[in-house]
């Protein structure tokens, strides 16, 4: 699903139990046979019933006032997976290009350095003695 969502793979998560791609206002799991769609607008009814209209193609099994469930019996298709990414909030995943990848990945390295058991921290700094005071 989260292939055909065209999702970013940090919408993956596993919080208690089951895995499920999550995004800001909702989420989706699986039960086997298809796909429970949770939305949640945060106390906007008008929008709800937007994605209602919008989720024509799933199945409405929890209607409530601002929140509901839809059920997908299949992978949604590619314009369908912009709608359920918009609906429930689901980063895009990034498209890098070769020369864009390269790019990236200089970068990282350029960060990356080895640790050395020898090195001091950065932000380390050495300890230093304090002058005695004299006494009055």
């Not at 086997?32 to 209602?52: A, C, D």
Request: charged share 30%; glycine share 8%; hydrophobic share 35%.
């Amino acid at each position: 699903m989260l292939t055909a969502l065209d999702a970013s793979p940090r919408a993956l998560e596993r919080p208690i139990g089951d895995w499920q791609i999550a995004g800001n206002s909702g989420h989706i799991m699986t039960d086997g046979r298809g796909f429970l769609l949770y939305v949640s607008t945060s106390e906007s009814p008008r929008r709800w019933t937007g994605i209602k209209k919008r989720l024509g193609f799933c199945r409405l099994t929890q209607d409530g006032d601002d929140e509901g469930c839809l059920y997908l019996e299949r992978l949604p298709k590619a314009d369908e997976a912009v709608l359920i990414r918009e609906a429930i909030g689901i980063r895009k995943r990034r498209h890098l290009t070769p020369e864009a990848l390269v790019v990236l990945e200089r970068a990282r390295a350029s960060i990356k350095t080895p640790f050395r058991g020898d090195s001091v921290r950065q932000n380390e700094v050495p300890a230093t003695t304090l002058p005695e005071s004299k006494a009055a």
